[in-house]
């Protein structure tokens, strides 16, 4: 399957989403999310996980990126509907 292909970009923004939400309110950064990817054998740029994020980010996902550089992430927990729908995408 191809890394553009829209299930490949679906089931890549599934997976930065359950790795910010897993994190327990600390910033994880690209560079961790690009290796926890790279482990589930999703291969893409660090660049394509900042953008993702900020797209996120802006279609309203309860998602706070941050502008540091290295750029990283958080997700607001207070938000437990997306992580009960992150964490049933995952399991399957």
């Avoid at 923004?13 to 994190?23: A, D, R, T």
């Avoid at 660090?46 to 706070?64: C, H, K, S, W, Y």
């Amino acid at each position: 399957m191809s890394a553009k292909s829209p299930v490949s970009i679906l089931k890549r923004l599934v997976e930065i989403l359950h790795i910010v939400s897993q994190s327990t309110g600390r910033r994880v950064g690209t560079q961790e999310i690009l290796q926890k990817l790279q482990e589930k054998n999703i291969h893409v740029s660090q660049r394509t996980i900042q953008r993702n994020l900020r797209m996120m980010q802006e279609v309203g996902f309860p998602i706070d990126v941050d502008k540091h550089s290295p750029m990283g992430a958080k997700i607001d927990k207070n938000n437990k509907w997306l992580a009960q729908i992150l964490q049933q995408a995952t399991e399957q």
